[in-house]
């Protein structure tokens, strides 16, 4: 095929825009609260004792059920859902609430992204009166698709740390196709006894606040959250954020462990860059990092930064206020990351003191005011999987 | 006017070829509609494992791996020949289930259970679908696309779509695709490969269009 025919075709696709978002976390249920906390650098994680979760106290940033049920019971009965899926109903209620749109028609699409959802119903303990047949994803989201009346059948992303990114990218790429007009992504996650177990047994969690990029990190700290965001092909009036470009890699290396030589991530990276086609530098962009703050990850984003010349660009990590949410993680740093654009202030690395990858790497250590145009939004997984999307304000 | 042409040269472009499918279920592996091996009356395990011995042999990682991985590292072995010469760099992988990782979940469950509480990072590692995928990944080198996604059933029209964006605009010109899953010792994995028309070469006997029905009549996932 001619090139002019590619280019016409790059041309009329679809530009995509993010026009309305919700988070919620232990920091708030609007993103509005979010977002303040993280500029205020208040962290959302304390010190858990909770012995249906894990027998010692840990660290982590948990939603008050109290609060969750209070909150839900202004929409509807708290007893027929469960806490994931009143998580996802509240936050996506927010976000749709926030613009004059009808959601039911055939050319909305809902992303669900998640790594586990409801996978505290294999406790026969827990919910007692709720299907065990909503263990499986696609229930949970058929669950929550009902709910709102939506149209297609959802879609479920699980794809480990990597789904949020993932999420975003796949519903740009339909938007962008021409498929579908508006597409709502909501990522979730709780904190269970099965993750947090899992986790501790990998020796991954951190008996204080995680630290990312720092010298003395030594873990990371499980979150719950819910992240909703709408993206649509045509933009409203404040919302001025569009995708920009995105790759998904694997490192082809190890199922659990990061690739010491980064190989994923800086190819997602690359590639990501190239399709966007633009002049990033230090002055015009920053990068939002995964930094879960256990040794292995942090420093494997440092190499990929390096091999393709980013590590000078201001770079955040916001593990430290949310800890990590897994499947809810790439959207809750996204629609931040979204919103550090739109108002131009850059949002700090909290719990981070002393550099401490082999690679300098320039982490934002306070709230600072700057003008920046794009976001290089990165992320990576067990099984190998790396994700960088850019978002760009036009 | 001008976006509707633009999506038909999408359509266009996208012409791509199924050059091979794979499809494992009730202790049968078939290749291509052609039967290449049975072992009746014989649990999902025991199967799996002489079907791992009669087709690959050198892979001792195999014997770690969860159910799930194990049917898919069998499935991807016999469409391996169609991508050996690739760059792994422009292969990509979109696999699709029901189940997600519940099979390992329930495994995993067993584990943290009162008085016999003992979690082990070897079997959570396979709480997630997609470490199939990574599985897949590090025994053929491939770094490109790779998304596991979850629905009741197989929605062909979705992973069209998803695979002729991979194909036309992030730079993926082989494509390893379809359903895998396994939950309650009830398996079903249905992998084809989707070729770049201009890949084609010219052996091939019997070549299938890659469209959403002959898509879905290579997949059909009913167990």
């Known amino acids: ?394 | 006017m001008i976006k509707l042409v633009a999506k038909k040269l999408v359509r266009n472009i996208s012409n791509n070829i199924i050059s091979k499918s794979c499809r494992i279920t009730n202790n049968t592996i078939i290749v291509n509609d052609k039967l290449l091996f049975e072992n009746n009356n014989v649990p999902f395990n025991v199967f799996i494992k002489n079907a791992y011995k009669y087709f690959i042999n050198n892979y001792p990682k195999f014997f770690k791996m969860d159910n799930l991985s194990k049917l898919g590292i069998i499935a991807v072995e016999l469409l391996s020949d169609e991508f050996k010469s690739i760059d792994g760099k422009e292969i990509g992988v979109v696999l699709v289930n029901s189940a997600s990782s519940l099979d390992a979940d329930q495994t995993f469950q067993k584990t943290i259970v009162k008085d016999n509480y003992f979690p082990s990072p070897s079997v959570f590692v396979y709480t997630l679908p997609n470490i199939v995928i990574g599985e897949i990944c590090i025994k053929h080198k491939i770094y490109g696309e790779s998304s596991f996604f979850v629905s009741q059933n197989f929605d062909s029209t979705f992973i069209y779509n998803i695979v002729c964006d991979l194909f036309s605009r992030q730079g993926i010109n082989t494509a390893i695709v379809g359903w895998l899953d396994f939950i309650d010792n009830d398996y079903l994995a249905s992998l084809c490969i989707i070729k770049k028309i201009s890949q084609q070469k010219s052996n091939y006997n019997e070549m299938i269009n890659f469209t959403i029905e002959n898509f879905n009549n290579t997949i059909k996932n009913d167990i």
């Not at chain 1, 679809?14 to 232990?26: H, T, W």
């Not at chain 1, 899992?198 to 003395?216: E, H, R, T, V, Y």
């Not at chain 1, 067990?382 to 960088?388: I, L, Y």
């Open chain 1, 1 to 394: 095929m001619k090139l002019e025919t590619w280019n016409l075709i790059f041309e009329i696709m679809n530009k995509v825009y993010f026009i309305a978002d919700n988070i919620i976390s232990s920091l708030g249920f609007t993103t509005s609260e979010n977002i303040d906390a993280i500029e205020k650098q208040i962290t959302g994680i304390n010190k858990i004792s909770d012995k249906t979760l894990y027998q010692q106290p840990f660290y982590a940033s948990q939603i008050k059920n109290v609060f969750l049920c209070n909150e839900f019971s202004k929409l509807s009965d708290y007893k027929e859902y469960t806490k994931f899926e009143k998580m996802c109903i509240l936050s996506i209620t927010d976000a749709i609430n926030k613009i004059d749109i009808e959601f039911t028609t055939p050319d909305t699409l809902f992303i669900l992204s998640t790594t586990k959802g409801n996978i505290d119903l294999l406790n026969l303990n827990c919910c007692p009166t709720v299907s065990r047949e909503r263990a499986y994803l696609w229930k949970t989201a058929e669950i929550i698709k009902n709910y709102f009346n939506f149209y297609n059948t959802p879609i479920v992303v699980s794809n480990a740390c990597i789904s949020g990114v993932i999420a975003i990218i796949t519903a740009s790429r339909l938007i962008e196709q021409g498929l579908y007009k508006n597409i709502i992504v909501c990522g979730a996650d709780i904190l269970t006894e099965f993750v947090i177990s899992g986790f501790q047994s990998f020796m991954a969690l951190s008996p204080q606040i995680c630290k990312p990029f720092d010298i003395n990190r030594n873990g990371l700290n499980l979150g719950e959250g819910c992240g909703t965001i709408i993206l649509s092909n045509k933009p409203n009036k404040e919302n001025n954020i569009i995708y920009c470009a995105g790759a998904i890699t694997n490192d082809a290396n190890h199922i659990s462990g990061p690739s010491r030589t980064a190989e994923g991530l800086s190819i997602a990276i690359n590639k990501a860059i190239k399709q966007s086609d633009t002049n990033l530098n230090e002055n015009n962009c920053f990068v939002s990092a995964h930094g879960t703050a256990t040794p292995y990850n942090d420093e494997m984003e440092a190499i990929a930064f390096e091999r393709n010349k980013i590590n000078n660009f201001p770079t955040v990590g916001l593990k430290g206020y949310f800890g990590h949410t897994l499947g809810a993680a790439g959207v809750i740093e996204s629609i931040a990351s979204i919103h550090s654009l739109k108002s131009n202030i850059i949002h700090s690395t909290l719990g981070f003191e002393e550099h401490g990858v082999s690679i300098p790497v320039n982490i934002v250590t306070k709230t600072t005011e700057k003008e920046n145009e794009f976001c290089i939004k990165v992320a990576s997984g067990f099984g190998g999987c790396n994700a960088t999307a850019i978002f760009q304000k036009i």
